[in-house]
């Protein structure tokens, strides 16, 4: 890895997700998720070092919640950070939380992210504030007219149809039945059920997006020495890639992604990621996204990834599983959205998922993050020390 000392996810907390939580308070759901993921590693609160949370404070109109949170995510009287940045906020928390470890500066880290968003509108801080950043490279309508515009054009290069995002979303659906923790659960049968959905912007439907969820998630780091004595399934944080460009494409084009890919692969001595990879968890906003995304991360060529979509080549039993907790268009706490996709890879390696684990005998998985201005993390992770 060349940062320094090992690190180990020792521990994994999630919160149930749903459109709305009234059931809980802020402080409360970040309770969830921080003491779940402290009793998996079976420790206390007073073993956490250091503690790093995020949100997207812009879409709760919350400033600074980290200060009245401490007392629930077991930040009082210990060293913590908050980290923001956009989509990808949740693996900024992540990366964090291992740089802290792998520094040296603390040997046992708690990252958790999550949002609320009952208690704001994000709609409004996009527009707002995000939009007029990034109003050189946004089409009107935000987020969801950027995929939509992202969506045409990839269907335009590769000759993608509407039937094969609906394919993406059945797949993403089945596997979310499987996941307790995850939001939409909708039991769709065909993709005429998802075809049947309304359109938000052409070609994209209502069911081709993600929604808009309610919960966190939190993971807990630690050095190999205090790892080893923790846990006796410790998944190895290999590497991790960070890339932004300077360009308001909110990731959209893959352009970031492909960059994250080709480093760490690189450095990694990954040849061919399609089959070296036990799992994957991409951030996918949207189906279409899913499937470029795919494309510009190396695991299959250009225009290539809907046409293995049709022979199952991503399902859960197949050689390269995406997505086996339903993703991002399942569920989306956005604040803890890419953290998320850490916490189901380390789930993954430890054969730990339940009814949507996947098939065989995972070794190495990567996660990914996207947001503004392109901010994209990539996170590779195994359940062995080379």
Known sequence: MGRGRRVAIVGVG??????????VNW???FWEAASEAVNDANLTFKDIDNVVSGNMELFEGLHRNDMWLSDYIGGYLTSGFRASSGGTTGATVGVTAMELVASGLSDICLGIAGEKQSEGDSRLGLTYYAGPMRAMNAAPGGAISMAARAAGAYMQRTGC???HAAMVRLRADRNACQNPKAHLKLGLSSIDDVLASKYLVTPLRFLDMCPTSEGACALIVASEEKARKITNKPVWVVDWEVV?????TFGFSGETHGLAAEAIFKKNGITNPRQ?????????????MQLYLIESMHLCEEGEAWKLEEKGAWDRD???P??????VIATNAIGGTALARMCEVALELRGDCGG???AGKPHLGLSTGLGHVGWTVFCLMSNALD
């Open 322 to 327: 995406i997505n086996p907790s339903g993703g």
């Open 14 to 23: 999630r919160t149930a997700h749903r459109s709305k939580r009234p059931d």
């Open 161 to 163: 149809r509407e039937e």
């Open 318 to 320: 197949s050689e390269c």
């Open 276 to 288: 070296e990879l036990s799992v994957v968890e991409i951030y996918d906003p949207s189906t279409y």
């Open 356 to 358: 949507y684990q996947i």
């Open 244 to 248: 932004h460009t300077q360009r308001f």
């Open 27 to 29: 402080a409360e759901m």
